[in-house]
């Protein structure tokens, strides 16, 4: 099972991104999809994550800028970014949570801010 991540690019500050990303196949005990970024010389980070279920949670520095949204037939979530700011920089993995085995993460997909 592959995740392929889209939609990265260069952008300027308070312009908007949309990335998207799409599992090549149904995976078995999946109770989640989000994203997780990693900044130049920085830890990776959760940056948002919804459950099958619909619901969702983001990283405090993207409230009211990001939204997560899926749709479980396509295997494939979203992520819309607004008013991106140069510290939203980084490099964008996709990520799925499986029940009781290890996440699966996709290749990354670059976002640059210009400020």
């Known amino acids: 099972v592959q995740l392929q991540a889209s939609g990265g690019g260069l952008v300027q500050a308070g312009g908007s991104l949309r990335l998207s990303c799409t599992a090549s196949?149904?995976?078995?005990?999946?109770?989640?999809m989000g994203w997780h970024r990693q900044a130049p010389g920085k830890q990776r980070e959760l940056v948002a994550r919804i459950t099958i279920g619909g619901g969702s949670n983001y990283a405090d520095s993207v409230k009211g800028r990001f939204t997560i949204s899926r749709d479980n037939a396509k295997k494939t979530v979203w992520l819309q970014m607004n008013s991106l700011k140069s510290e939203d920089t980084g490099v964008y993995y996709c990520?799925?949570?499986?029940?009781?085995?290890?996440?699966?993460w996709g290749k990354g997909t670059l976002v640059t801010v210009s400020s």
């Open positions: 990520t799925a949570v499986i029940l009781r085995a290890m996440d699966l």
């Open positions: 196949e149904r995976i078995e005990g999946m109770v989640a």
